[in-house]
């Protein structure tokens, strides 16, 4: 069993930034993948990033040079740093976490972007 917990999102206007963190424990000896993902009201959940355990990394086509998605393998803890907000980007964040041939949420944290 796996949890996620993240933490680091708030409001802030556009073209701020915010750091996510997710970090997650258990019973766990490496996760495999770990990501982003965001959900805004009335849309449907898109991927933001991901990170495997190799540091390879894929973004979407929204967020590319805006965002970058780091880990530390050590702590089992995955970033998102989110730089150059824009309105758009509000939404809830998950993170995920590929264990074993599982797939882990977090809760979310909210992220709102001022105009």
């Known amino acids: 069993q796996v949890q996620l917990v993240e933490s680091g999102g708030g409001l802030v206007q556009a073209g701020g930034s915010l750091r996510l963190s997710c970090a997650a424990s258990g019973s766990i000896f490496s996760i495999n993948a770990m990501g982003w993902y965001r959900q805004a009201p009335g849309n449907k959940r898109e991927l933001v990033a991901t990170?495997?355990?190799?540091?390879?990394?894929n973004y979407a086509d929204s967020v590319k040079g805006r965002f970058t998605i780091s880990r530390d393998n050590a702590k089992n803890t995955v970033y998102l740093q989110m730089n150059g907000l824009k309105p758009e980007d509000t939404a809830v964040y998950c993170c995920?976490?590929?264990?074993?041939?599982?797939?882990?949420w977090g809760q979310g944290t909210q992220v709102t972007v001022s105009s």
């Open positions: 995920n976490a590929d264990y074993l041939v599982v797939t882990y």
């Open positions: 990170i495997t355990s190799g540091g390879s990394t």
